[in-house]
C-alpha cells in the first residue's frame, strides 16, 4: 500500500483537534476558502458534481464542497481522522461518503465515476506519489477536473514552510513537513503528462501570517495549486 505508517501516525495523533480552529490545523482553515474558490471556479461550481477528496483528514475541504451542493466522497486511511470527520459531519447533518480505502484500490473500484477529483496537500506525504496522481487520473470521468496542491521543493520553500512556518511561527505542528519529499513543479507535470490529462492552470499560494488568510499568485517557490482536466466531453 502506498503509504506512510509515520504519517498516519501523525496525523491519527492530532485528529480531536481537526476542527478546532485555533488549534494545529488553523492554518488549513485560514486557506480553506481559497481552496474551495480555486475548486469550485475551474470546475464551473460544485452543485451537484460528484467528488471525491483524496486525503481527506478530518474533512475540512470535504464538508466546504458538500455545503456548495457537492456529491462528496472523502477517502484517507488514517482511522482516526477519518472517525473525526464522520462526526463532525453528522453533527452538521451532511451526507459525506467517507471511507478508509486507498486511491489505488477505490481508481480499480470506480473507474471514470467522479466529476472533480481534489487531493490537496497530500502528495507530499506519500512514498509514491505518481502512482496516486494515476490512480486520481483514472478516477475521472471524460471532461471532469482534477485539483492537486503541493509545496515546490526549493530552498525558498524549506525556509518558509519548514522553518518558518514550523518552527518559528508555530503555524503548523513541527515534523508536519520532511523537505525530500517535496515536489518540484516539473516533476509534477510530468506525472500529470504521464496520465495524459490536460494542464488547465498552476497557479502559487502566498499565506500571510500576519493577516491570517492565502492568495493566489504567479511564484510557485513554495506551495502550488494545480488544475488539470481529464479530454473528453465535458462531465
Not at 451537484?48 to 486511511?77: H, N, P, Q, S, W
Not at 464522520?86 to 459525506?96: M, T, Y
Not at 477536473?145 to 522553518?163: E, H, M, Q
Not at 497557479?203 to 479530454?231: A, C, Q, S
Request: charged share 25%; glycine share 10%; with cysteine.
Amino acid at each position: 500500500m502506498n503509504m506512510d505508517q509515520a504519517e498516519i501516525n501523525k496525523f491519527d495523533a492530532l485528529a480531536d483537534q481537526w476542527w478546532d480552529t485555533g488549534g494545529p490545523f488553523r492554518t488549513l482553515h485560514e486557506i480553506n476558502p481559497l481552496r474551495l474558490e480555486f475548486i469550485a471556479h475551474g470546475c464551473g461550481g460544485l452543485r451537484g458534481k460528484k467528488v471525491l477528496d483524496v486525503g481527506t483528514g478530518g474533512g475540512l475541504l470535504a464538508e466546504a464542497m458538500a455545503r456548495r451542493g457537492a456529491e462528496v466522497t472523502g477517502i484517507d486511511l488514517a482511522e482516526d481522522s477519518l472517525h473525526a470527520a464522520r462526526v463532525h459531519a453528522d453533527a452538521g447533518e451532511l451526507p459525506i461518503d467517507y471511507r478508509r480505502i486507498a486511491v489505488e484500490d477505490l481508481a480499480i473500484e470506480q473507474p471514470a465515476h467522479y466529476d472533480v477529483v481534489t487531493c490537496m496537500e497530500m502528495l507530499e506525504h506519500v512514498p509514491d506519489p505518481a502512482t496516486v496522481v494515476a490512480a486520481c487520473a483514472r478516477l475521472l470521468r471524460p471532461g471532469g477536473d482534477a485539483f492537486f496542491a503541493t509545496l515546490n521543493r526549493t530552498p525558498k520553500s524549506y525556509l518558509l514552510a519548514i522553518v518558518g512556518a514550523e518552527y518559528v511561527l508555530g503555524l503548523l505542528p513541527r515534523g508536519t513537513h520532511a523537505y525530500q519529499k517535496f515536489i518540484r513543479p516539473s516533476e509534477w507535470l510530468a506525472m500529470i503528462r504521464e496520465n495524459h490529462l490536460q494542464i488547465v492552470t498552476l497557479k502559487g499560494m502566498h499565506f500571510d501570517p500576519i493577516r491570517h488568510r492565502g492568495r493566489l499568485t504567479d511564484d510557485i517557490r513554495v506551495n502550488y495549486l494545480g488544475h488539470v482536466r481529464k479530454p473528453g466531453p465535458h462531465a
